[in-house]
């Protein structure tokens, strides 16, 4: 691999680093990305117009609008910002202008809600490529992905004239709560893809290791609920009162106490929950963020259909009034064998990497699926892979990727594998 993919990659992974931004918020990453695209010469249509709108999940009109304007504050161009009709994302497309397949790259954006370690040992501090953004950091390693991504683009056009087909390359809103494939894929945008690829850096794979995924997402529900209750005075009428908080808490303790499910593990978690006004006021408003898993999108249903129930009862017991939103939302991993037999035939290729066997434990989800899931309905085929790195877990303030090796892994499966589906002389 040329040096200077693999510094231009490490050099994007710790500018996005440095200004984390969460779902449906990230205006400055995708400028980042639509300049450099634009810089390579390629065609890229941004925000809304790779979005179903209607399909839009767990995206809050106001911290959109509050982050338009801290992008602005921080030198995003206005029109550019109005062109992204407050949408997030981008696509650009390679045409090669030679017959052949459709081949499609997607990366994730978005950042983590965790505040990053301060740590002096922290690589990022100590080389001083931390986060900006107090409470906010890529602790998932989306900022790497973002830069592989960049970097396989800038890589095809390059080799343009060693190409045929098209290549596509996806960069993606909101995939942590499961919110931006969706509606992504809804736009139509993988319908035409013969074949689609992406991956996650980390996860059970170590630094060096690569490997292929064909199972394990669990299929995941996410709910935002709001609970009205009704204030009155604690001391002297607490009777006329219905407290909101009590039936929070007990919802929660409720799904956790879900029966366990003998076609498939299960998953809950409730994230956040705020509630009540004042000390001596029977509290009048809970709100919860939860979420739901299950190994079959069965299993999750199962899981979803509780999740009503338990709040239905809540409202009779506690007469309160629950609101329950679907904020997220994704599915199991649809696996392609064949397709999974050509990534790991390229990644056998790959100086210095070590291929593990397939990996399919239940852990995660990842909205990547619902685009494969997409691809393939449409006549298309999909791989997920992943490329290791030493951490000490994901979604933790001390997550860090050793950029300089796991990237170039990745680099290197994506560009074997646009050279074997798109490569004029077949790898
Ligand atoms: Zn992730």
């Known amino acids: ?29 995708t400028y980042f990305v639509w300049s450099r695209l634009k810089q390579l010469g390629l065609p890229v249509t941004i925000g809304k117009a790779n979005i179903n709108t209607a399909e839009v999940l767990g995206r809050d009109e106001k911290l959109v609008a509050d982050a338009m304007k801290r992008a602005a504050a921080h030198g995003v161009p206005e029109d550019f910002l109005q062109a992204t009709g407050g949408y997030t994302g981008c696509v650009a497309v390679l ?3 030679r017959p052949g397949p459709v081949t499609a790259f997607r990366s994730d954006m978005d950042c983590v809600i965790v505040r990053e370690s301060d740590d002096p040992e922290h690589l990022p501090n100590k080389l001083g490529f931390a986060s900006e953004r107090p409470g906010l950091m890529h602790s998932c390693g989306h900022d790497g ?41 809804a736009a139509g945008i993988v319908d035409d893809v013969d074949y689609f690829i992406s991956g996650h850096v980390g996860g059970v794979a170590k630094l060096g290791e690569i490997g292929v995924m064909d199972g394990g997402f669990l299929a995941s529900t996410k709910f935002d609920v709001d609970i009205a209750g009704t ?22 303790m409720m799904l956790t106490g879900i029966p366990r499910n003998g076609d498939g593990e299960t998953r809950v978690s409730v994230g956040t929950l705020s509630a009540g006004e004042g000390r ?39 007469r309160v009034k629950s609101t329950v939103v679907k904020a997220g939302e994704s599915t199991t991993l649809t696996a392609c064998p064949e ?19 397939r990996v399919h434990v239940p ?18 085929q999909a791989a997920f892979i992943l490329f ?24 290197a499966v994506y560009t074997g594998f646009a050279q074997r589906m798109n490569g004029l002389k077949k790898a």
């Open 145 to 185: 992905h973002t830069a592989v991504g960049l970097e396989v683009a800038r890589w095809a056009v390059e080799h343009k004239d060693a190409l045929c087909g098209k290549l596509k390359f996806i960069f993606q809103p909101a995939e942590e709560g499961c919110r931006g494939a969706r509606a992504m894929a």
């Open 339 to 357: 397709l999974l037999d050509t990534v790991e035939d390229v990644m056998k290729a790959v100086p210095g990497a070590r291929l593990i066997p």
């Open 231 to 252: 204030p009155a005075h604690a001391g002297n009428a607490p009777q006329l009162g219905h407290s909101a908080l009590m039936a929070a808490c007990a919802a929660s």
């Open 95 to 97: 045409e090669t202008g």
């Open 363 to 380: 852990s995660g989800s990842e909205d990547c699926a619902l685009f494969m899931r997409r691809a393939v309905q449409h006549g298309g």
């Open 388 to 411: 290791g790195c030493n951490h000490h877990g994901h979604h933790r303030p001390n997550f860090d990727i050793q950029d300089e090796q796991s990237l170039p892994n990745a680099f």
């Open 1 to 29: 691999m040329l040096k200077s993919y693999k510094d231009d990659m490490v050099a994007i992974r710790r500018h996005l680093h440095r200004r984390p931004e969460e779902g449906w918020t990230e205006f400055e990453t």
């Open 280 to 318: 001596n006021v029977v509290p009048a408003h809970a709100r919860l963020q939860m979420e739901v898993r299950g190994e079959t999108e069965e299993v999750n249903q199962y899981m979803g259909g509780y999740v009503y129930d338990i709040f239905a009862g809540v409202d009779k017991a506690y």
